[in-house]
């Protein structure tokens, strides 16, 4: 069966420092992996995906996602971030037969002033 | 362009009674998704059409769960009755075939007292 896992519930950064959110994945083949954002009463905002190439992904507002295959991992970072990054972040994995988006649990990032 | 629409975004009810959501897609979108979140998880999928068809319905507690695509556009989610486990937000999503990007409506958030 496909999974991620986020092992960190919240993330706590200054602005300006430097962010990760971590996520691990368990597929069978190659995998179709995504970033998700959702901010406080809103849907979830896509921010990147991984499906073949490069293993450096750019994204929306800054954010880009490192896929390293012999870690199984794909970690959501930004090299400065913002207040307004504060958010809930989802990592998924696509399912290859029904297309479905397999959810982790969600990371809350906090950025402090 | 308008995104995915739902409506209602926030319901209260009382256990037993039926609710009722609505889902817009964005146009041209041929693949729907409702997902259900529960407070600190990420979303997991109910049902899936492509068109009007449901293709993937097999996490949708069939009991008292029931959704309809009739048009193959707009879509509705019916529980009834409700449980206060039900008490979640219910997310839609659609995209251009199921190995498109998957957007995401604000959510129903319902209550069930």
């Known amino acids: 069966a496909q999974s991620v896992a986020q092992p960190e519930d919240q993330v706590n950064v200054a602005e300006g420092n430097p962010l990760t959110v971590k996520c691990t994945y368990s597929?069978?083949?190659?995998?179709?992996l995504f970033w998700y954002v959702q901010y406080p009463n809103r849907g979830l905002q896509f921010l990147l995906k991984?499906?073949?190439?490069?293993?450096l992904v750019k994204g929306s507002y800054g954010f880009e996602a490192e896929f390293n295959k012999s870690q199984t991992s794909f970690h959501l970072k930004k090299p400065s971030a913002l207040v307004s990054d504060s958010a809930l972040y989802f990592c998924a994995v696509r399912d290859r037969v029904g297309g479905k988006l397999i959810f982790g649990q969600g990371t809350e990032l906090s950025v402090k002033p | 362009e308008a995104g995915v629409v739902q409506s209602p975004r926030y319901k209260i009810i009382e256990k037993k009674q039926p609710v009722a959501f609505w889902c817009n897609p964005i146009s041209g979108h041929n693949t729907l998704y409702w997902y259900l979140q529960n407070l600190g998880q990420g979303p997991e999928l109910l049902i899936r059409y492509e068109n009007e068809e449901a293709v993937d319905d097999s996490q949708l507690p069939k009991d008292r769960f029931s959704a309809e695509r009739l048009k193959g556009v707009d879509s509705t989610l019916k529980i009834q009755p409700a449980e206060l486990g039900d008490s979640a937000v219910y997310l839609c999503?659609?995209?251009?075939?199921?190995?498109?990007?998957?957007?995401f409506g604000p959510g129903t958030r319902l209550t069930v007292l």
């Open positions: 991984y499906i073949t190439g490069d293993n």
């Open positions: 597929v069978s083949g190659n995998p179709y």
């Open positions: 999503a659609s995209s251009l075939g199921r190995g498109g990007g998957q957007f």
